[in-house]
């Protein structure tokens, strides 16, 4: 292992130096927890009769406390195609667990939904809290007291930041999370986005799209463009929380199914009770976000993540913020490019060497922590710079070798970029991220009149009028987690990407979302402070000039903002549940804090 590099190294010691309070709280009391967790036997018998009653084949071990009890908390749900195959986990993690002298149970489900079939309805406005949704969730799941450690069923986009916050919270038991693989690569990315671009410009049916959409999202599997459920999987490598290499192989697979016995056997091996007893709250430490931070920056990942970062961090008791994702950003070189970044998916990006591949490289060049504790058999992150394999029935790991396609993979020193995906811009309209990986580079710099907007459906009018034919920021305000519960704007992507392919001089600014499912066209995203409540936003109006430069880092107007009168904040929208997220709209802190009204009230 190399020298740690002196970027990652001065960031590193930064934010633990700002997490001292935090994060020494966050210890003594998941201390605390792990000391005054009971054991069974000292618990109730009437208690202990209702959390057996169900338990049919392992009530005799769970009655005589003869090994660890696992507390699966899943997400399972047969309408998300990536979680489609956690259906029929429950009995086969069982056995597994039988087979160390454990017993393992289902503690509870969470709410999983989809962002792709709720993109651009009105269902969107729920997305982002659904991950304090499924972080309290994973909390009553656990809070039974009744478990030795968890496994965690989870793969998509606000999905695994939600249980890792959930989970941390009890975070003195250990964990591992276990995903279960991509779906099969369907129509290739690039036919699919062409046919999205004639479905916007009028030149293919309803049916050609669906056609296609059909052919891209076919199976169960997560989708295999790399947006933030499989940046979710990246991470969890990164951070040393799956078992190494488990993030890619496909549903259903040999491989697979071992990498799930590897996940129980571990878990079940890593409790208090034992002689490698690794709690959960220990493993996620300062050290372990920065890996999640560079494995992000240096595969080009989701921008949803500059939100959900700051989010799980704050849940260990870690402080990071978009400045310390900027500076990481100019330390850390490109070393993939998956679509939508480039023209590959997730499955030619594993077959190419994958993850193992990302974390030989960053350890090789001292631009990951080597030292994370992870869940692997060996402590560190040594063991996820390889590959599993299949020696026969025996699950072993291997060097990866050579990147497979690099048009895909490349090394440290021969990178995409010499730095990483994402961009801090910021000025008299605020904080904002901009995701350069995703932007060809003479269009980093965008000074353009801008066109104000408060929906999506606006801009759409507004482009099938022709009203946007030139050199325009798009500006999309109140979109943010206090406004509306910052929703993705996917569906400007296709229109914009029709204006900047005629030859226009095109640029997005908002205080919404885009994720990585985006790309192409240069956006200032997540701005913050978000535009209700008099945020800078609010006082733009049509014909002002707009910079975006992630160059410089600018996102400023020309205009003189001070003498200017808020546009009136939207009244919230009823329907689809809207109403019953008005306390956590009321309540959520700034994007860049991660957007959680849960986090922001319990003063974490």
């Known amino acids: 292992m190399s020298k740690l590099h002196p970027t990652v190294e001065r960031v590193t010691q930064r934010i633990i130096e700002k997490s001292k309070d935090t994060r ?4 003594e009391l998941i201390d605390h927890e792990a000391d005054n967790q009971p054991e069974r036997s000292q618990v109730s018998c009437s208690n202990l009769a209702h ?5 049919l084949e392992d009530q005799e071990a769970l009655k005589t406390s003869s090994g660890p009890n696992i507390g699966i908390v899943s997400a399972y749900n047969d309408m998300l195609s990536a979680h489609q195959p956690y259906g029929r986990y429950p009995e086969r993690l069982k056995i597994y667990a039988r087979e160390v002298g454990a017993t393992a149970q289902v503690a509870g489900g969470t709410p999983a939904m989809c962002d792709g079939v709720t993109q651009g309805e009105t269902g969107m406005e729920l997305s982002l809290f659904s991950r304090d949704v ?8 656990l809070s039974h007291a009744m478990y030795d450690g968890m496994l965690l069923l989870g793969i998509c986009d606000k999905i695994v930041p939600g249980l890792l916050m959930g989970a941390l919270r009890f975070g003195h038991l250990p964990a591992v999370f276990v995903p279960s693989g991509p779906m099969p690569s369907g129509v290739s990315n690039k036919e699919k986005q062409r046919v999205r671009q004639l479905y916007a410009e009028g030149k293919a049916t309803r049916q050609e799209l669906l056609d296609s959409e059909l052919g891209s999202y076919h199976s169960p599997g997560t989708c295999t463009f790399y947006g933030t459920a499989n940046s979710n999987q990246m ?13 890619f192989f496909q549903p259903g697979t040999k491989v697979r199914q071992a990498l799930d016995r590897a996940a129980v056997h571990r878990v079940a091996a890593m409790g208090k009770g034992g002689n490698d007893y690794r709690p959960l709250g220990h493993c996620v430490d300062e ?11 240096a595969t080009g990942g989701s921008t949803n ?7 799980f961090a704050r849940a ?3 402080q990071i913020d978009w400045t310390d994702l900027s500076e990481l950003s100019s330390a850390v070189p490109l070393l993939a490019r998956v679509y939508p970044n480039g023209s590959g998916d997730v499955n030619h990006f594993h077959d190419a060497g994958g993850m193992g591949f990302v974390i030989q490289e960053l350890l090789g060049a001292g631009l990951a922590h080597a030292d994370v504790i992870g869940v692997g058999e060996e402590r560190g992150m040594a063991q996820y710079g390889q590959e599993p394999w299949l020696d026969g029935d025996t699950l072993n790991w291997r060097d990866v070798g050579e990147s497979g396609d690099d048009e895909m993979l490349r090394t440290a020193d021969k990178p995409f970029q010499p730095d990483g995906g994402m961009r801090l811009v910021e000025g008299n309209l605020g904080r904002a991220c901009f995701k350069s990986s995703a932007v060809e580079k003479e269009r980093w710099t965008i000074e353009a009149p801008c066109r104000v907007f408060s929906t999506q459906k606006q801009v759409a009018d507004a482009f099938t009028a022709g009203e946007l034919e030139k050199d325009v920021v798009v500006v999309v305000r109140f979109q943010g987690p206090r406004a509306n519960g910052m929703p993705e704007l996917h569906k400007l992507t296709p229109p914009l990407g029709v204006l900047q392919d005629r030859g226009y001089r095109v640029a997005l600014v908002t205080d919404g979302r885009m994720s990585g499912a985006s790309g192409k066209v240069p956006s200032a995203i997540h701005c913050s402070p978000e535009a209700l409540g008099g945020g800078p936003l609010s006082l733009l109006r049509d014909g002002d000039v707009v910079r975006v430069c992630a160059e410089t880092g600018t996102l400023s107007t020309t205009a003189d903002l ?3 009168t808020p546009a009136p904040d939207p009244v919230p929208e009823m329907g689809t549940g809207r109403e019953l997220f008005a306390m956590m709209r009321a309540q959520a802190d700034e994007a860049e804090k991660g957007g959680s009204a849960m986090l922001a009230v319990a003063g974490l």
């Open 24 to 27: 020494r709280a966050y210890l």
């Open 51 to 55: 959390a057996f009653a169900g338990a």
């Open 134 to 141: 499924i972080a309290l969730s994973t909390g009553i799941a």
């Open 235 to 247: 991470m969890m490598e990164l951070m040393g929380l799956h078992i190494p290499g488990a993030a």
């Open 287 to 297: 050290k372990a976000v920065v890996n999640a931070a560079v494995g992000l920056l």
């Open 305 to 311: 993540h500059a939100i959900h970062i700051p989010a």
């Open 316 to 318: 260990a008791g870690v």
């Open 562 to 564: 001070s003498t200017r």
